[in-house]
């Protein structure tokens, strides 16, 4: 009886017992900043110190988190894959600007040269053998990251370590601590 009341009841009754509050817009949506839509002219100035930053981190959290969420080896290849992603966009803005870098210096070394001036040109070319090292250093990370060795696997091994934590953990808490007798 009291559900077909409310069904078909008095459309009054039903107004009074439906009072929702009202909830602030703030919880479902997030006013995006108008900064963060810009797309900046500036072109991004990635080092190969930033590189190996990203290298050095520990992606063991991340990976942690990430079974949590989806304990499916498929999800784990594809964390890895976004991993050597995100270091290849690091890698090519590192080489983009060097390669900038050395386009001023052919120019400054060219300009310099014809003025005759010795040892400017001398310092000139120290700088530019020095970007050229690191210019070297970055190759090597893209082909070992390519052929899946050296520096880049660090961050593989430590999400890996990660995930399989992560799994651990599930494991432990449904599997392990459950009571049997």
Same mark, same amino acid.
Request: aromatic share 8%; charged share 25%; hydrophobic share 30%.
């Given at each position: 009886m009291g559900f077909l009341n409310k069904l078909f009841g008095k459309k009054e009754d039903a107004q009074n017992n439906q009072q929702t509050p009202e909830i602030p817009k703030e919880i479902f949506v997030k006013d995006e900043d108008e900064s963060m839509l810009k797309i900046s002219n500036e072109p991004t100035v990635v080092t190969i110190n930033e590189v190996y930053q990203f290298i050095r981190q520990d992606f063991e959290t991340r990976g942690y988190q990430d079974a949590l969420v989806n304990e499916d080896e498929k999800f784990k290849n594809e964390g890895i894959e976004m991993l050597k992603s995100e270091l290849k966009i690091l890698l090519t803005q590192a080489a983009n600007y060097y390669n900038l870098e050395l386009n001023n210096l052919s120019y400054h070394i060219e300009s310099r040269s014809r003025a005759g001036l010795i040892d400017m040109v001398e310092q000139l070319? +120290?700088?530019?053998?020095?970007? /050229? =090292? !690191?210019?070297?250093? *970055?190759?090597? !990370?893209?082909? %070992? !990251? %390519?052929?899946? /060795? =050296? #520096?880049? #696997?660090? #961050? *593989? &091994?430590? &999400? +890996?370590?990660g995930f399989l934590k992560g799994l651990t953990a599930i494991s432990d808490s449904e599997i392990l601590n459950k009571k049997i007798l």
């Open positions: 070319n +120290t700088r530019k053998q020095f970007i /050229e =090292g !690191l210019q070297a250093q *970055i190759h090597q !990370l893209n082909k %070992d !990251l %390519d052929n899946n /060795e =050296g #520096m880049p #696997m660090r #961050m *593989i &091994y430590s &999400y +890996t370590r």
